[in-house]
């Protein structure tokens, strides 16, 4: 028997369920650890996953509920790259990993759970972090609070 141990799944499982995007309810506290935003900038901003696939895993989105990247105007675009490479930056001074995954997913058959608000995953990597846990037991093993990597990560966004 499988069993997996995720306390913090049960405040999402008997919460209030919002009506509205959990995005655009983040922008309005701005950064704060209650919604785990980082950092907020003109047109995007940077918070922890709640899912993550990996500690440490970011992502980047822009404040317009938009689905499709032609749907950014340059402004935005620019915002939104220029936040990403900072953020890429932050991931990589405050975790040293082996590497970094920048992505996103478009649409729903391309797994995007948030697929009416584009945004850009930035996963940290180690060597050894993919291993046969999550062959063997189709688990994956999270090893840090979501609150310690928040807290690991805010200074630096706070420095920049």
Same mark, same amino acid.
């Given at each position: 028997?499988?069993?997996?141990?995720?306390?913090?799944?049960?405040?999402?499982?008997?919460?209030?369920?919002?009506?509205?995007?959990?995005?655009? $309810?983040? *922008?309005?506290?701005?950064?704060?650890?209650?919604?785990? /935003? !980082?950092?907020?900038?003109?047109?995007? &901003?940077? %918070?922890?996953?709640?899912?993550?696939?990996?500690?440490?895993?970011?992502?980047?989105?822009?404040?317009?509920?938009?689905?499709?990247?032609?749907?950014?105007?340059?402004?935005?675009?620019?915002?939104?790259? $220029?936040? *990403?490479?900072?953020?890429?930056?932050?991931?990589?001074? /405050? !975790?040293?990993?082996?590497?970094?995954? &920048?992505? %996103?997913?478009?649409?729903?058959?391309?797994?995007?759970?948030?697929?009416?608000?584009?945004?850009?995953?930035?996963?940290?990597?180690?060597?050894?972090?993919?291993?046969?846990?999550?062959?063997?037991?189709?688990?994956?093993?999270?090893?840090?609070?979501?609150?310690?990597?928040?807290?690991?990560?805010?200074?630096?966004?706070?420095?920049?």
């Amino acid at each position: 028997m499988d069993v997996i141990w995720a306390p913090w799944r049960m405040e999402f499982i008997l919460g209030r369920k919002a009506m509205s995007c959990f995005v655009c $309810e983040s *922008l309005k506290t701005g950064v704060s650890a209650a919604t785990f /935003v !980082l950092q907020v900038t003109k047109h995007s &901003l940077v %918070m922890l996953n709640r899912y993550p696939y990996i500690s440490g895993h970011l992502m980047v989105i822009p404040h317009r509920h938009v689905s499709n990247l032609a749907d950014l105007n340059d402004e935005e675009m620019m915002d939104l790259h $220029e936040t *990403l490479r900072r953020t890429t930056r932050v991931v990589e001074s /405050v !975790l040293t990993p082996d590497g970094v995954n &920048l992505g %996103m997913n478009l649409g729903k058959a391309a797994g995007a759970g948030l697929e009416d608000h584009i945004h850009w995953h930035v996963v940290p990597r180690f060597m050894g972090d993919s291993n046969a846990f999550t062959v063997l037991a189709d688990a994956r093993v999270i090893p840090e609070a979501l609150i310690d990597t928040y807290e690991r990560y805010l200074p630096a966004f706070q420095g920049q």
